[in-house]
């Protein structure tokens, strides 16, 4: 039979190194792939987690601005003057007509019944009021007044965003015009704003 014919197959131990470099760099190779994914998911989280509350308190303050503009109209076209109070802690707003309808009667009116409850998300932080210099604060609440006239209390609002303080909006309304802005950031007032005073406070 000669020697060709006995010839015993390697044992695994003995297999080429081949076959094992070719293992390893599948090995590595796959280590190498998660590594990325790992890498790729986190920066997509990361940015994720920057833009919802950017989101979040834009719609929120351009609501607020609408909320603003509502007010002022319903005055006008009501021609009854509107008290408008934000309750910072409550995360609402309280719509107010400050006289009785001409059909109404003035005995059963009371200007202490809101006719509409507005609410914004517990994420939005009020973090300050302004008419002028000073915080338009009455009590726990800051009101403005909206005239049939089409005038209004100026005010700035100035928001940030609970899980993203760097997050701040302005909202800003034009006491003449009733136009509302909404600015990145929180800005400085305007000259004409710096000639008028926040309302009285309650003691």
């Known amino acids: 039979m000669g020697a060709a014919g006995s010839q015993v197959p390697p044992r695994a131990s003995q297999r080429s190194p081949a076959s094992h470099r070719g293992r390893g760099y599948t090995l590595i190779e796959l280590m190498a792939v998660l590594m990325i994914l790992a890498m790729v998911m986190g920066v997509a989280m990361t940015s994720v987690d920057s833009t919802v509350p950017r989101f979040e308190i834009d719609a929120q303050a351009n609501d607020m601005a609408l909320a603003l503009r509502d007010a002022r109209n319903r005055a006008m076209i009501a021609g009854r003057a509107i008290r408008l109070e934000l309750y910072p802690d409550a995360f609402q ?111």
């Not at 809101?114 to 302004?130: C, E, G, N, T, Y």
């Not at 009455?138 to 940030?160: M, N, S």
């Open 93 to 203: 707003m309280q719509y107010f007509f400050e006289e009785p309808a001409p059909s109404e009667d003035p005995l059963e009116f009371s200007a202490d019944e809101p006719f509409r409850v507005q609410r914004w998300s517990k994420h939005v932080i009020l973090d300050r009021a302004m008419v002028g210099r000073d915080e338009a604060l009455i009590g726990q609440a800051v009101v403005l007044k909206f005239w049939p006239t089409g005038l209004c209390t100026p005010v700035r609002l100035y928001l940030y965003h609970k899980k993203s303080a760097n997050q701040k909006r302005t909202v800003r309304l034009n006491p003449l015009t009733g136009l509302t802005k909404v600015y990145p950031g929180h800005v400085e007032p305007e000259s004409y704003e710096l000639r008028v005073t926040a309302p009285a406070r309650e003691r």
